[in-house]
């Protein structure tokens, strides 16, 4: 699908005093940042891998297939220049594992000594506690054209043209993990579009939407869910992925619902959410309009599940969504939380980080991802559990020694 803009190219060279200024301003409030994770106490606690709770009923060897993914993509970076001794050593680690994971078969048993032979297990505690929040994701299936209509209105963007990435860990070291987003405007860099901008119509005759969908809300949930399956009026599957967002803050309607007595807190799901905004034709793109996040999609090409932040293929029930300021992408996590999975047992498995989200903020917090279809949607739309996460690092590696 081409993408049209209509705005100057000559915005995009961003001079060299609004870099200095920028990355002074954002440098100041990154030290902040770090200084109030870590004296919040952020703490990674050694835990035996045998102990991690459920351990010896997992079958671990599921996992295997999405860890072999993450080690491709690891080890495809491990040859690139790094600005520091600490980031190679760092790298070291994982290829060494990551070498004999790609390179073997395991069995369930030969897998799980494997695990305990390379890798530590380390307890993720935050002010005090391990416990934080488990909520589900899956990838949903909408109706859509290729070609607005009077019944197909609501259009899904590709990343614009006009977006501007900074990645501020290309001018210092300690804001590797420090991203901002924006559009140029003469010369200096602003916030980009917020949802209520392009709802208004921000983007007309910019872009060219890659499809239009039949529902708003459905369009709404596709922007959380970050990807997707359309079926088209002959037949055709189109697959979305994630391509980017326009960098503002997700805010989480259901809190607002919750807050103004609309659904009860104890009933907070996608689906009373969705619920709500059907009933209410008047209110919903007030309320949706309060996210200001806003996400972009590519068409995705073959018949594999979803993309992930790290770039691999997502596994349903094994694949986790968190903050990679906290978890390495690529990293094993073992995760035991407070809810029922597809067949009906406490989750306690062991799942590798393989993507990120707008609302997974925080040391122990996390969006398992649990495919397609009714049971994923099921699943996905009721998670909100209590639960604790242990992150897998190789020998010699050790999480509270690394740099954030």
Not at 164 to 188: A, Q
Not at 274 to 282: A, D, F, M, Y
Not at 329 to 358: C, H, Y
Not at 394 to 404: C, D, L, M, V
Request: aromatic share 10%.
């Amino acid at each position: 699908m081409t993408v049209i803009s209509k705005r100057p190219v000559s915005g995009r060279k961003l001079n060299r005093f609004f870099i200095f200024v920028l990355l002074t301003f954002v440098t100041g409030c990154s030290q902040i940042d770090s200084e109030k994770r870590w004296n919040d106490t952020l703490v990674f606690l050694e835990t035996d891998i045998e102990s991690l709770p459920g351990w010896d009923k997992d079958k671990v060897l599921n996992a295997f297939p999405a860890l072999q993914r993450s080690c491709r993509s690891i080890l495809k970076k491990v040859n690139r220049q790094h600005n520091s001794q600490k980031k190679l050593n760092k790298r070291s680690g994982w290829q060494k594992v990551c070498d004999q994971i790609t390179a073997n078969n395991f069995g369930e048993e030969s897998f799980r000594e494997f695990l305990k032979s390379k890798f530590k297990a380390y307890q993720i505690r935050y002010r005090g506690s391990d416990e934080g929040l488990f909520t589900g994701y899956y990838e949903p299936t909408l109706d859509g054209s290729l070609k607005p209509s009077r019944g197909y209105n609501t259009p899904i963007y590709p990343r614009p043209t006009d977006l501007i990435h900074v990645n501020l860990g290309e001018w210092k070291d300690s804001l590797d993990n420090t991203r901002i987003l924006g559009r140029v405007v003469g010369h200096k860099l602003k916030p980009y579009f917020s949802r209520s901008d392009i709802s208004k119509g921000a983007l007309d005759g910019e872009i060219i939407p890659i499809l239009w969908l039949k529902s708003e809300i459905d369009a709404f949930f596709l922007h959380i869910q970050g990807s997707g399956r359309v079926v088209l009026r002959n037949g055709e599957v189109y697959r979305l992925g994630y391509a980017g967002k326009n960098g503002r803050k997700y805010y989480p309607i259901g809190r607002y619902l919750v807050e103004i007595g609309a659904i009860p807190k104890e009933n907070i799901s996608m689906q009373s959410i969705k619920k709500w905004l059907k009933e209410n034709p008047g209110k919903k793109k007030d309320v949706m309009n309060m996210n200001p996040s806003y996400i972009f999609f590519r068409k995705l090409k073959g018949k594999g599940g979803p993309i992930g932040a790290q770039g691999v293929v997502l596994t349903s029930g094994r694949s986790l969504a968190v903050d990679r300021r906290y978890s390495k992408l690529g990293a094993p996590v073992w995760l035991s939380a407070n809810f029922r999975d597809e067949e009906g047992k406490k989750i306690q498995r062991l799942m590798v980080a393989q993507d990120t989200g707008g609302a997974i903020k925080g040391p122990i917090r996390g969006d398992v991802f649990w495919g397609s279809g009714k049971t994923a949607e099921r699943l996905a739309g009721t998670m909100k559990a209590k639960g604790s996460m242990y992150v897998f690092y190789p020998e010699g590696i050790n999480p509270n020694f690394i740099s954030r």
